[in-house]
């Protein structure tokens, strides 16, 4: 396994970027096509919550804020791809794309875990700690998140992040093995950025279902909201986030020469790339919070694909809309072809 040497003298393998110029290209464009007006259309009502005094509302607005950043880093990213991983931007560029990249992953996280403890104290504790669930108090926490994760992220700013390969070409955040100024800020993530807030997220969701299993007051429809709410934060933590955080700890771990990352290098890069979809995920939380916005969503993805369907099967199926004014689900009806005509 070939490597060349750094400026700085860090030792650079040389590895395969395939599956940057294949898959990474097409899961960003899907990414951006889908990402950037579903999180606008999310901030609109994510707006709307905050001025009905729902401290929801900025958790779900700092979220969909830090999912645009990452997406408008997005384009000079597949630019990089589709130029064979060469960086012809400025080193700054590059440190700013992977700063956005990574706070995106923790500043997402902070504020998952941010709906799920609101959401706990909403349900198994509604009389008290009233305090803790006003928008002052959602601003103060929200304000810490992003305080924290830039401060841990400046540390890209300080090394050089720019290498170069035996083809002469400047590479973005591409070297290996791990230098040792990032072990101590691996460690940090796998522990502080992930496994904590995943403990404090199983503990509310499962106090959370037990609450609203044993209420009598609740309504059927917001148990079933409250927990598709919940159950969803998990599934896109999990899903998202957990791969990559696997895959960092035994590189941060096991990595220390050019074979060892030759063998995991497609594999932790396809957990990086679950990290993406986090974008499109999001959007989708706002469905159990506002019922505006789960029939705004129906109405700009499910008809239109409901229509296509009914124009692809032919004459025999006709487009039906029940209920459009409560968020009825578009139909794809079949009828007779006399009836029809």
Request: charged share 15%; glycine share 4%.
């Amino acid at each position: 396994c070939w490597f060349i040497m750094l400026e700085e003298g860090i030792m650079n393998c040389t590895v395969s970027h395939e599956i940057h110029q294949y898959l990474f290209c097409f899961v960003y464009i899907f990414v951006l096509l889908v990402g950037v007006p579903s999180n606008l259309y999310a901030l609109y009502h994510a707006a709307l919550q905050l001025k009905q005094k729902n401290e929801l509302g900025v958790y779900l607005i700092n979220l969909t804020v830090s999912d645009l950043l990452y997406l408008a880093s997005l384009p000079l990213w597949l630019q990089y791809f589709f130029q064979d991983d060469d960086w012809r931007h400025r080193e700054w560029l590059c440190q700013l794309c992977g700063f956005l990249l990574y706070e995106n992953i923790y500043i997402s996280i902070g504020f998952l875990c941010c709906i799920s403890l609101d959401r706990y104290l909403a349900v198994v504790h509604p009389l008290r700690f009233t305090s803790l669930r006003s928008v002052s108090a959602a601003c103060l926490f929200s304000a810490i998140i992003w305080l924290k994760e830039v401060a841990v992220g400046v540390v890209f700013f300080r090394h050089k992040e720019l290498s170069k390969n035996p083809n002469n070409q400047s590479v973005c955040f591409e070297h290996y093995p791990m230098q040792p100024w990032e072990y101590p800020i691996n460690y940090y993530r796998v522990t502080i950025g992930f496994m904590f807030p995943l403990a404090i997220l199983l503990i509310s969701y499962l106090c959370v279902l037990r609450a609203v299993g044993q209420s009598a007051g609740t309504q059927p429809d917001q148990k079933t909201r409250i927990r598709q709410l919940v159950s969803s934060t998990i599934l896109i933590f999990l899903i998202c986030f957990s791969p990559y955080h696997v895959f960092l700890l035994v590189r941060t771990v096991l990595e220390r020469d050019c074979n060892f990352i030759t063998g995991i290098f497609n594999y932790y890069h396809l957990a990086l790339l679950l990290t993406s979809l986090n974008c499109v995920a999001d959007p989708a939380l706002y469905c159990f919070v506002s019922e505006s916005a789960r029939r705004g969503f129906s109405r700009a993805i499910f008809r239109p694909a409901t229509r296509f369907l009914c124009c692809c099967l032919g004459n025999f199926y006709l487009f039906v809309e029940l209920n459009p004014s409560s968020g009825g689900s578009p139909m794809c009806v079949f009828v007779n072809k006399q009836l029809r005509s």
